[in-house]
């Protein structure tokens, strides 16, 4: 399995499978991929996700070490770091792994955000993001700012509405991305072109994924005729290389 996002560079899942929470889940793409997942020919892989889109722990995950230099790490790609489900053990335990791999970022993104507050201490290597679909959700953004994670950011995606507020100008950085697929729903640019507006005003870095739509080039990467791959401001010179070169590969093998 591919990481395969723009915003990323690696997976890696200690947790997978997970139930709908809000607007944003309708097209999950993570549940049919789970389904693939469970037949795959390599047994390992099978294995562990042979309950399907169930939420599932997946303890020896977090024995493993992830090697090399200056990664960028989505955690729990396949599921949200802080489903309730998750038990509170668990939970410290990925924290716990993080803490042990300081030379990678690790991105967290939840949609669960009054769990936030059950780790008090982030590690400074997490970029700790919510997902925020529309203005409906923007009490996320309060339960992220109340956090201690160095960097702090927002997934607008799939962007399914306004994101009206004054709270994206405390943000290190602003995710956005139309949905795709077969079965998406319309994002409107003139929503997009907002967030833009409000994240240049403020000098904070915008990353526009694409427009969205039925087909392979989902809609475009630009908008307005131009590329927004912009980086939170605390990533260190090493990682920004790393970042412009974007190889994707994969850990989670297993």
Known sequence: MSANIPWTQISFNPLTGCTPYSDGCLNCYAKPMATRMSFNPDPKIAYKYRNGFKLTEHPAELEKKIGGKNKIVFMNSMSDTFHKNVS????????????????????????????????????????????????????????????????????????????????????????VGGESGPNCRSMNMDWARQIRDICEEHDIPFFFKQAGGPGRDKGGKNLDGKTYKQWPKSISLDMSRSVIQLSLFNVDAA
């Not at 994670?149 to 405390?170: F, H, M, R, Y």
């Open 88 to 175: 509170e053990s668990f939970l410290f335990g990925i924290f716990d792994f993080i803490r042990k791999h300081p030379k990678h970022i690790f991105q967290i993104l939840t949609k669960r955000a009054n769990r936030l507050s059950i780790i008090r201490d982030y590690p400074s290597n997490v970029w700790l993001g919510v997902t925020v679909e529309k203005s409906d959700y923007l009490d996320r953004i309060e339960c992220l700012m109340n956090t201690n994670a160095t960097v702090k950011w927002i997934n607008c995606e799939p962007l399914l509405g306004p994101v009206e507020s004054d709270k994206i100008q405390s943000l290190d950085w602003v995710v």
